[in-house]
């Protein structure tokens, strides 16, 4: 089957189907392909009124507002639509929509989320399209993940294929910054992966070297904190049998180790916050940090905040004991503790069920006449929600709009991958639901 050139477009690489590519589509996937490219503006107008409306993860009312917009889109595709509140962890709440579909049906879950990094107090707030392209808070991650299901959907109605389907979808509200604690506010989407038979997770598409990517597999997010204290008095007596090393010098001594003995195959660590001296604590987020003291008193206290991402749970549970052995060996005159934030993100490792799920959308690609999706180097993914889900579930992760600058004033959104990331996601969970 021919493919066409790839095509460089403003930065974003556009892939085109050739005349042949549908050639071994179905009449309802053919079907789905041209509802897809009938209503691609349609599909932009409902992003650019979901980037319009701000919701950063703290604006509750925001939030909520987008999911009333989502409401709006699904309820007429017969799904029954429920918010859930989750003010009591700190959070806005989620957006659940569920259809029970046929009887035998293959139970689909879909995951995307309300809120963009971007408060309301953001400089960056609107729309602007340019052609094929448009500049967001949002637009990308994940609004346009959302449009792409959207778009999905609606072109499986228009097949008839989205009757028999039993489909899940959790938009949660605070991807971005999750509530506390999270086993609360991931409940629920933990308790619908146990019952789904595939997940798929609509953010951003990965692109490396003009090739769309498939993914997975994403890293864990465990966020941990260590304090030490010392001795402090008069400079001059620092090392000695009294006053020991103080507490800096041992921060660093851990630091440095976790440095230079941690380091393994799929593992990063990061150091994001650090304070000592006379006095220094952290305040009660645990991202900003106060200290006080001289050149020439000892440091009594010092604490220090960062991250570690791996690629399954066991090489996280290995990587906790390593650095708790290294706190634990406590230099002269001082203790350190370390402690591991419970509101960790788990790790999405790269399972065989998850690799036969990029070779069935890869069957999708080729019938589509578009190139194959390697898999993506789980080092250039970081966590999410989908993550909750992987223990129980097989999933793929990158069904959403391609971006790039995510998180940042200036994020843009390739809209052509819209309609290319829809007619993949009609298709393949057309196919999933009916067992192929």
Known sequence: MNLRALMLCSGFALVALSPAAHARLSAPET?????????????????????????GTMNFPGVKTVGDMMREELEPLGFKVEWLDMSKAGRAGH?????????????????????????????????????????????????????????????????????????????????????DPIDITRAPLIAAGKIADVALDFEGLSIEDGKDMGVISRRSSNSWKLEVSGVTGHSSLIFDST?????????????????????????????????????????????????????????GVAVARGDFRTLSEEQSARVREKMIAIAAASAPKTKATISFDPGSYPAMAPTDGNKALLAHLNTVNRDLGLAEQPALDPLKRGAGDISFVANDVDGLVGLGAYSKGDHAPGETVDLTS??????????????????K
Do not use: W
């Open 243 to 299: 006053y020991g090393d103080g507490a800096v010098f041992e921060l660093a001594r851990i630091l440095h180790r976790f440095r230079t003995e941690l380091p393994e195959q799929n593992l990063t660590f990061n150091v994001g916050l650090v304070a000592g001296g006379q006095e220094a604590s952290l305040d009660a987020d645990g991202v900003r940090v106060s200290a006080k003291g001289k050149t020439n008193i000892i440091a």
């Open 31 to 55: 079907k789905m392909v041209a509802t897809v490219d009938a209503e691609y503006e349609r599909s932009v107008a409902l992003l650019e009124k979901l980037v319009n409306q701000n919701s």
């Open 95 to 179: 957006l659940v929509a569920k259809k029970a579909g046929k009887k035998g049906s293959k139970k689909l879950l879909l995951i995307a989320h309300l809120d963009t990094v971007f408060e309301e107090d953001s400089p960056f707030q609107t729309f602007v399209r340019n052609g094929d392209e448009a500049v967001g808070p949002g637009a990308g991650d994940d609004k346009g993940g959302m449009v792409v299901i959207v778009s999905a959907l609606r072109a499986m109605q228009a097949a008839g294929t989205l009757k028999d389907a039993a489909i899940e979808i959790h938009m949660t509200g605070d991807e971005e910054d999750a509530g």
């Open 418 to 435: 819209i309609r290319r990331q829809a007619k993949r996601a009609a298709i393949l969970m057309t196919r999933l639901s009916r067992g």
